[in-house]
């Protein structure tokens, strides 16, 4: 049983007719898109703004009536997936480099529901190096007041050139030692000049819906947004 595929499916329960999607980006979220593009084909009237390049070609292809996020003030449910998750449902996002339109995504949503499998739901943040998205124009500078922090940022590449979102930004991946206060370093990240936004998504996540391997679903509410 693909747990990402049962994740990603369980999430398109909670679509309703009529809806403003923030359609997420990555593997997981594929397949929501799928299910919502079945459901589309049989007549679910709703539109979906994506949240990356990739996720617009797949939604275009499915036939899912889109609006540019930019064109949005609110959007009725956002499904995402994440790289990481822990118990205070804070999130590591932007292994797949779309962190800053997820994250004006989330913002603009009344409900925000992760999707995972279970191999990304972890005690601690932090396993995973947490991207950073930061501003071509001195990005070395960037890099070494974000290692202030305590790790050591990697410039994202794909075949030996820096990998460039679709805002025309590099990727700095960075590995703490120990990732302690995700809320506090969120914050202090985004003071440097040269950070566009960072990975951590604290206080935004409504709900997270796990799959396993053994085709088992656990979702998990959260009271405290
Ligand atoms: O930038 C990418 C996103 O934050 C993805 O939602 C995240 O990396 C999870 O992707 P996947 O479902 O492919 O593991």
């Known amino acids: 049983m693909d747990s990402?595929?049962?994740?990603?499916?369980?999430a398109v329960n909670y679509v309703e007719d009529g809806m403003l999607l923030g359609l997420g980006t990555g593997s997981t979220v594929y397949?929501?898109?799928?299910?919502?593009?079945?459901?589309?084909?049989?007549?679910?009237?709703?539109?979906?703004?994506?949240?990356?390049?990739?996720?617009?070609?797949?939604a275009r292809q499915l036939g899912i009536p889109?609006?540019?996020?930019?064109?949005?003030?609110?959007?009725?449910?956002?499904?995402?997936?994440?790289?990481?998750?822990?118990?205070?449902?804070?999130?590591i996002k932007g292994g797949g480099g779309a962190l800053l339109r997820e994250k004006m995504a989330a913002s603009i949503s009344r409900r925000f529901i992760v999707v995972v499998d279970n191999s990304k739901y972890v005690p601690a943040l932090g396993q995973f190096p947490l991207p950073v998205e930061v501003v071509p124009f001195g990005w070395q500078i960037t890099r070494r007041q974000i290692s202030g922090f305590g790790c050591e940022?990697?410039?994202?590449?794909?075949?030996?050139?820096?990998?460039?979102?679709?805002?025309?930004?590099?990727?700095?991946?960075?590995?703490?030692?120990?990732?302690?206060?995700?809320?506090?370093?969120?914050?202090?990240?985004?003071?440097?000049?040269?950070?566009?936004?960072?990975?951590?998504?604290?206080?935004?996540?409504?709900m997270v819906i796990i799959g396993a391997s053994d085709g088992s679903i656990e979702t998990k509410v959260n009271t405290g947004v």
Not at 31 to 58: C, D, H, M, N, Y
Not at 71 to 82: K, N, R, Y
Not at 160 to 178: E, H, K, R
Request: charged fraction near 25%.
């Open 4 to 10: 990402k595929r049962l994740a990603g499916e369980a």
């Open 66 to 91: 889109l609006i540019a996020l930019s064109e949005v003030s609110e959007l009725d449910l956002t499904i995402d997936g994440a790289d990481e998750v822990n118990p205070d449902f804070q999130l």
């Open 153 to 206: 940022p990697v410039l994202r590449q794909v075949h030996g050139s820096p990998f460039v979102t679709d805002n025309g930004n590099y990727i700095l991946d960075c590995q703490f030692a120990a990732l302690e206060a995700p809320e506090e370093l969120h914050r202090q990240l985004n003071l440097i000049p040269g950070v566009v936004e960072n990975g951590l998504f604290v206080n935004m996540a409504d």
């Open 31 to 58: 397949w929501s898109l799928q299910k919502i593009g079945e459901l589309v084909q049989s007549g679910l009237r709703i539109r979906g703004a994506p949240t990356s390049a990739e996720t617009e070609k797949i």
